[in-house]
């Protein structure tokens, strides 16, 4: 399913912003979608996932509380509230779909992948 990732770009300290993926797949709804960010010379890392329905959720505890993901099936989208953004938050963020079932953080087993998005919080 292809997707796309949008939103990223600079933002101070403290700031918002909200990412987006859109989806031209039409079993949207049949995905559990999450988002990944990667750090310049770090390894990719789960940030939240829903699943398919939109019933349930799951945050990384380094974004939790300040962080919320989302989905519209109707729209195909799936959303990343940002919040509280601090510099350590500055990465590429994906976001990702699979069929897995259920709440997945491991990124070997989501298959569809977008392409990124920078998010840059400037201190």
């Known amino acids: 399913v292809p997707l796309q990732a949008y939103g990223g770009g600079l933002v101070q300290a403290g700031g918002s912003l909200r990412l987006s993926c859109a989806s031209s797949g039409r079993t949207f709804s049949s995905y559990d979608m999450a988002w990944f960010r990667q750090a310049p010379g770090k390894e990719r890392e789960f940030v939240a996932t829903i699943i398919g329905s939109g019933a349930n959720t799951y945050h990384a505890d380094s974004v939790k509380g300040r962080f919320t993901i989302s989905r519209e099936n109707a729209k195909n989208m799936v959303y990343l509230q940002m919040n509280s953004l601090k510099p350590e938050d500055t990465a590429v963020y994906h976001c990702?779909?699979?069929?897995?079932?259920?709440?997945?953080?491991?990124?070997?087993?989501?298959?569809?992948w977008g392409q990124g998005t920078l998010v840059t919080v400037s201190s």
């Open positions: 990702a779909a699979t069929l897995k079932g259920g709440i997945v953080t491991e990124a070997l087993r989501y298959v569809y």
